[in-house]
């Protein structure tokens, strides 16, 4: 197996790793905002809830959450790597980097949107995942849906979720095309259906979280 | 005074490899727009000579955007603000009177300034040896027209091919990447029929030799693409990852 | 006076070459890998020869003076590389590549060598392709061809307007598998400074590490001089900033005899000197004249923007005097005959030394075409017009494109204009069949020798004789002196003849930077660029040269006195590297002002103003002058003529006519 943690290790490789477990986020993003999305069917939250016992119950599911926090990790781990390799990489700064003429800004900034939506994360986790697996305080009368109405009565906090999902959503914008990218998928036929669907997934998904406190702030929905 | 441009000029200047260098600042007048931007640095030395300085060093030949070997970094953009241009094509008509210009080298852990504007970029030549070629010892080929390629092939290769080697990919990606260059070399030779072969170990040496430079890894910005002033394609790079991994995972 | 002997081998021409390559000495495995071979340059000929000899076994040192092999001037030929494939069924053939060179060269190259080229032209390709080159293609997936100057066979071989940059690409790649491999070592940013020769023969270089200023003693059985030609001397031309002579002008006062030095090739499509800042010259491929028709007006001095000039006030001067080639000409006719036109006072542009090279036709000629094949009848002007510049695109937009962004002009809708400027040196270093020069065990190689383009080179033969020469020609014929040094063991650098040679470096670079002076480098050369441009250019007179001779010892003597070169000896330092190759420049200017003085007949780009039929075509005298002018260093300003007389076996010698 020396030839798997050699080719890992490479340049190639830790992109490799990158794209792959980016896109297995990606994919749980897609669960997670389509079920709490469930929010807006004005049902006072019943699918929602449902859905989250469900999730809590099923022990395949539950397994996938390790499997989840594991991929996590490895993103994490591996982008803090890349970023201090990369960083070596250019021993002496330009005085003057015009990068606006060349490329996107949030394609140059990945590691500071990946590092903002590792904190809000936290704060996320705190609020929700911490509060439902390792606490009592879930209950028939105060569900999951209710902790959600509650957690978003403050302004800060809802500040503080749509900053994060504006992070989201410009660090899905770059690396969802990009993961294609790093994974060889390049083709003049497809690339730009891929980049098409990035950016549209990118912006729903980014709008549908961000969506979610303000709509409950503002009473918006029951 | 051939023409009107006023200038202002902070170039870096740095007298060798051991010692810091620093920006100076010089102005230049009477430069003509007719001028390439190495005739206007010519125009600076000159006058450097004939007061007694030293003059910039800068690398330079062909000065006909061919052979690759000039390569300043000017106003945050390797090769200057023109797209698909290297320093040497670059005419002053592309600037305006009174502009401040900031000229800086190539920056990257492997390409180690050598003096000024001058920087070493030998990296490049040990990737290519690495296996940037076809084994064919001179007088064992078959007749050229026996193996037919494809023209879209042939002319997906050529535009691979077409690098110069001058590096502003690694100078203008935020990670000093040199992925560009070296795939697209590993480009030109897979989409080729005589580059099959040796295609699975030409990718893994390449891209070993590569991170062994020190080189950093690739973002996917497209900063390389849009400053490539040969118009290299990323595909190159996807490709390059397709070619390794598929070497790693099947080899034996 | 010494009698050179070009030790051309017996037999009848077709089979000299097949007859030398059975019965040429050879080395054993064993013996070459103890034979040690010092390149000195590493464009084609430098990196084929390189690379092939590394193959063969050979232990090899290259120099370059480049930060790479890649970048030598090789890499800047544009429009493509000849060989006698007849893949268009056209009627070519080796003898006819033969021929039309031969021809070309104006009857004054060497039979044997150049029916060797036309043979093995067929194997570069073959080599190329199977190194990965990206030649053009054809739908149907084989190569395509253009037709070039001087022939009338499609038989070029071209990757876009690029074809050096592939051709050269394809020997650094070849070059560097051997340098993976540990058969060549690279030597890049060193500068050959002089060939040291022990008992008569090369045996090595000292070479100036660029970056340290540190001088270096290198040892070889042989050393091969892959250094390229000397257009350098007038300042501007289409060569590279850095181009020289200095390793072949050292070898020249080692022993070696140069051969033709007046023999320059002036190329008619480069675009036009802009003011007094210019550096160099840009070429324009001859692929151009392929599509592009080149006219001036008929009015002197016509104030009118060219689009304004009516189709019967133009005159398409080429096609008007020479009718069989038209705008196909070969090079030395077709800059002559732009000269004559500005010099009579039709020039255009703001400078009047222009003339105007016109797609407007093609297009139009190539949009009909286009339409035709997509079915579009009753197409407009503007779609024929759009249709003919996207064709015209394709085949030559990087030439365009690099046009337009030196002039700031648009040659899609403004004709070109272009004026000759100096592109290739034809003399060199004589050598003999071998390649060998006057100097045993030093060979030449490329454009540094003299061999193969007589007085007059045809466009794309450039890369197909360096390329000839590195990988078919000299991995053989090297075999011949190299078989007879197996017993000579790698000498110790240490000896007298180094050291002394290397102290004469020393002394060379201590004098130039202790002069101090106030002129810099450039200021010299370009006034020596001046005097052989005006008198040593398209026309040459005896006076002009006599002038020319007196007014560069002078300069010469102003140079040693005044030059100022700043910094120091031992770092990097362009002024100094420069100030060394212009010194040699200024010894060679005058050996080819004398050449050309001494040669009282105008041939290929050689064309003295005394000698030239009533409408102004060269008068060649092959009574008096069908002979190598190979000149022998004797000391300052001093050489002795020695003439290899030319013999023409096969080809009945007739005055060049492209009516």
């Known amino acids: 197996m020396a030839w798997l943690s050699k080719s890992l290790n490479s340049s190639l490789g830790k992109k490799l790793l990158m794209a792959i477990t980016g896109l297995f986020l990606v994919s749980f993003l897609i669960v997670h905002c389509g079920l709490n999305a469930t929010i807006f069917l004005n049902d006072g939250g019943a699918t929602f809830n449902a859905g989250a016992e469900f999730m809590a119950k099923n022990p395949i599911i539950r397994t996938m959450e390790i499997v989840l926090f594991g991929g996590l990790l490895l993103h994490i781990l591996d982008g803090l790597r890349l970023w201090m390799d990369n960083k070596k990489k250019r021993p002496v700064a330009y005085a003057v980097v015009d990068g606006a003429a060349n490329s996107k800004w949030y394609s140059r900034s990945m590691g500071l949107l990946g590092t903002l939506l590792l904190l809000f994360l936290i704060i996320h986790l705190k609020h929700f995942w911490y509060f439902s697996r390792l606490t009592d305080n879930l209950t028939e009368e105060h569900t999951l849906y209710h902790e959600m109405q509650a957690v978003f009565t403050s302004p800060v906090v809802v500040a503080i979720y749509v900053l994060g999902c504006i992070s989201l959503g410009y660090h899905l914008l770059h690396g969802f095309q990009s993961a294609f990218q790093s994974l060889g998928w390049n083709h003049p036929k497809y690339t730009p259906t891929i980049k098409c669907i990035g950016a549209a997934y990118a912006i729903i998904i980014a709008a549908l979280f961000a969506a979610m406190p303000i709509a409950l702030h503002f009473n918006l929905i029951h | 005074m051939e023409g009107n441009l006023n200038l202002t000029l902070k170039i870096w200047r740095q007298k060798n490899a051991q010692t810091a260098g620093k920006f100076e600042t010089y102005q230049v007048s009477g430069i003509s727009e007719d001028m390439s931007f190495l005739e206007m640095i010519d125009v600076l030395n000159n006058r450097l000579i004939e007061e007694g300085d030293d003059p910039v060093a800068f690398d330079h030949d062909c000065r006909e955007g061919i052979c690759g070997m000039c390569s300043m970094y000017i106003n945050g953009r390797p090769h200057g603000p023109n797209k698909g241009v290297t320093t040497c094509q670059l005419h002053m008509r592309s600037f305006s009177d009174g502009q401040t210009i900031t000229i800086e080298p190539w920056r990257a852990e492997a390409f180690p300034v050598i003096k000024d504007l001058v920087v070493n970029r030998s990296a490049f030549d040990r990737i290519i040896a690495a296996g940037g070629f076809i084994s064919v010892n001179t007088g064992n080929a078959q007749d050229a027209n026996s193996l037919p390629i494809p023209k879209d092939n042939a002319d997906d290769a050529f535009a691979a091919a077409a690098c110069i080697g001058c590096g502003a990919c690694v100078a203008a990606c935020k990670n000093a990447s040199a992925m560009l260059f070296t795939s697209a070399k590993i480009s030109q030779l897979a989409l080729l029929p005589q580059g099959q072969a040796e295609r699975a170990k030409r990718a893994e040496a390449m891209v070993a030799q590569m991170d062994e430079e020190g080189f950093g890894a690739c973002s996917n910005t497209g900063a390389c693409e849009a400053e490539c002033p040969k118009g290299i394609s990323l595909e190159n790079i996807a490709r390059m990852n397709r070619e390794y991994f598929s070497s790693v995972f099947t080899s034996k | ?659």
């Open chain 3, 1 to 659: 006076m010494t009698k050179l002997d070009a030790k051309i081998p017996e037999g009848s021409l077709a089979e000299k070459w097949t007859k030398y390559r059975s019965s040429v000495s050879l080395v054993n495995p064993a013996n070459k890998r103890n034979l040690e071979v010092v390149i000195v340059g590493s464009g084609l000929a430098g990196a084929s020869a390189a690379a092939s000899l590394a193959e063969l076994g050979y232990k090899v040192k290259v120099f370059c003076f480049q930060d790479s092999p890649r970048r030598a001037h090789s890499i800047a030929a544009q429009g493509g590389i000849n060989a006698a494939k007849n893949y268009q069924n056209d009627g070519d053939s080796i003898f006819r590549l033969f021929y039309d060179t031969i021809k070309g060269g104006d009857y004054r190259s060497r039979e044997a060598n150049v029916h060797r080229l036309a043979e093995v032209s067929g194997n570069i390709i073959d080599q190329c392709v199977a190194q990965g080159v990206p030649f053009a293609r054809e739908y149907g997936g084989l190569l395509s061809n253009r037709s070039f100057g001087g022939t009338q066979v499609q038989r070029t071989f071209y990757a876009a307007g690029q074809t050096g940059q592939q051709l050269l690409l394809g020997a650094y790649s070849a070059l560097q598998r051997q340098v993976g491999m540990g058969n060549v070592e690279l030597f890049t940013r060193h500068e050959m400074q002089d060939v040291v020769v022990v008992d008569g023969k090369a045996r090595g270089i000292i070479a100036r590490n660029l970056v340290t200023g540190e001088l270096e003693r290198h040892f070889g059985h042989a050393v091969l001089l892959c250094t390229g030609g000397y257009g350098n001397v007038f300042y501007l031309s289409t060569n590279a900033m850095g181009s020289n002579v200095t390793a072949a002008w050292k070898a020249h006062k080692k022993g070696a005899f140069f051969a033709n030095p007046c023999y320059t090739q002036i190329h008619p499509t480069c675009i036009p000197v802009s003011g007094d800042h210019q550096s160099k010259l840009t070429l324009m491929s001859e692929s151009l004249r392929n599509d592009g028709r080149i006219w001036v007006p008929k009015k002197k001095d016509d104030p009118r923007k060219a689009n304004e000039i009516p189709e019967d006030e133009r005159d398409y001067y080429l096609e008007r005097r020479y009718p069989a080639f038209g705008n196909l000409v070969p090079r030395d006719i077709a800059s002559r005959a732009a000269k004559e036109r500005c010099d009579a006072g039709y020039g255009v542009g703001s400078s009047k030394m222009a003339v105007y090279l016109d797609f407007a036709a093609a297009i139009v000629r190539y949009g009909k075409a286009e339409a035709n094949k997509r079915n579009i009848h009753h197409a407009s002007d503007e779609e024929i017009q759009l249709m003919g510049k996207e064709v015209v695109k394709e085949k030559y937009g990087n030439l365009f494109d690099m046009y337009k962004q030196i002039t700031g002009e648009d040659p899609y809708e403004l004709p070109m204009r272009i004026y000759p400027a100096v592109h290739y040196t034809m003399g060199g270093l004589w050598v003999d069949y071998n390649l060998m020069t006057t100097v045993p065990g030093l060979y030449a190689l490329g454009e540094a020798n003299f061999s193969d383009h007589g007085a007059n080179r045809l466009g794309a033969s450039a890369l197909m004789q360096g390329l000839a020469d590195g990988y078919f020609v000299i991995p053989y014929t090297i075999g011949a002196y190299l078989a007879s040094e197996i017993r000579t063991p790698a000498m110790s650098t240490d000896s007298e003849a180094f050291v002394n040679a290397e102290k004469a470096v020393k002394e060379q670079i201590e004098k130039l930077m202790s002069i101090r002076g106030t002129k810099s480098v450039d200021y010299f050369h370009k006034k020596l660029g001046l005097i052989m441009w005006n008198q040593c250019g398209m026309a040459r007179n005896e006076e002009g040269l006599k002038m020319a001779i007196a007014d560069i010892q002078a300069l010469r003597k102003e140079f040693w006195s005044d030059v100022r070169i700043p910094g120091e000896a031992n770092n990097l330092n362009p002024e100094l590297e420069k100030a060394g190759r212009v010194a040699d420049f200024l010894e060679l200017g005058e050996l080819m002002c004398k050449d050309a003085l001494d040669r009282n007949e105008s041939c290929g780009g050689h064309f003295r103003e005394e000698y030239q039929t009533e409408d102004g075509e060269a008068l060649r005298d092959d009574e008096n002058y069908a002979y190598v002018a190979a000149w022998e260093f004797k000391g300052e300003s001093q050489f002795e003529l020695h003439k290899e007389e030319l013999k023409f076996e096969n080809i009945k010698i007739a005055q060049r006519s492209y009516k």
